[in-house]
């Protein structure tokens, strides 16, 4: 089940629902966190202007103007390794709980510092949080990726991503 969560970019037009929000938030509040420190605030996005500011921050996240629901992941900028596990965690929560509620979910980074300071101007982020990607929300209406950029597709084999017991060993 696990393996069907994709990363969706096109989306139905239609509001997530209220109770399904407050669904998704709720697993981003239970979400582990280093030390349970909860480093967390999640901003709710739905108006679309603020949604087609983001989306024009670069090319790459052109999608998320049509979305129709953003959450914001700002972490509380005290510490950043384990925050960016945190907050990579939590994101990938969202995704999975978005698939599991019949939606589908996608994430965007706002790219380099200079795009991530415009993004935390956009959303009205205090400047010593941080704030990398938002998880973008609603109906899933393809899988593909709808961006003129070439990435690879599929997953490398296990074969070349695995070792037993030490690094570069095959099982014996
Ligand atoms: C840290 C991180 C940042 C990402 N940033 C973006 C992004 O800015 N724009 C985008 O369209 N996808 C972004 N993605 C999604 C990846 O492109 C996606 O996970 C990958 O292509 C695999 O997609 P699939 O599971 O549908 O095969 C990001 C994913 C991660 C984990």
């Keep these: 089940m ?3 969560v994709r990363q969706i970019r096109q989306f139905g037009p239609e509001p997530v629902p209220d109770d399904v929000l407050e669904q998704l938030l709720e697993v981003a509040r239970w979400t582990g966190s ?3 420190t909860q480093p967390w605030h999640f901003i709710v996005i739905t108006d679309p ?18 979305a129709p629901l953003g959450i914001a992941i700002v972490t509380d900028g ?36 200079p795009l991530e300071a ?14 990398q990607l ?8 393809s899988i593909d990726d709808p961006r003129p950029i070439t990435r690879p597709k599929g997953r490398k084999p296990l074969s070349e991503i695995v070792s037993h017991e030490r690094w570069g060993k095959a099982r014996s």
């Design 2 to 4: 696990l393996r069907k």
């Design 34 to 36: 280093s030390k349970n």
């Design 49 to 66: 202007e603020q949604l087609r500011r983001i989306s024009r921050l670069r090319e790459a996240i052109n999608w998320v103007a049509k």
């Design 78 to 113: 005290v510490s950043s390794r384990s925050e960016s596990y945190d907050a990579g965690r939590v994101s990938e929560r969202l995704l999975i709980a978005a698939h599991m509620l019949g939606l589908g979910a996608g994430v965007a980074w706002y790219g380099e510092p």
């Design 118 to 131: 415009e993004a935390k101007r956009i959303l009205g982020i205090p400047a010593e949080r941080t704030a």
């Design 134 to 141: 938002v998880v973008l929300v609603g109906r899933p209406t």
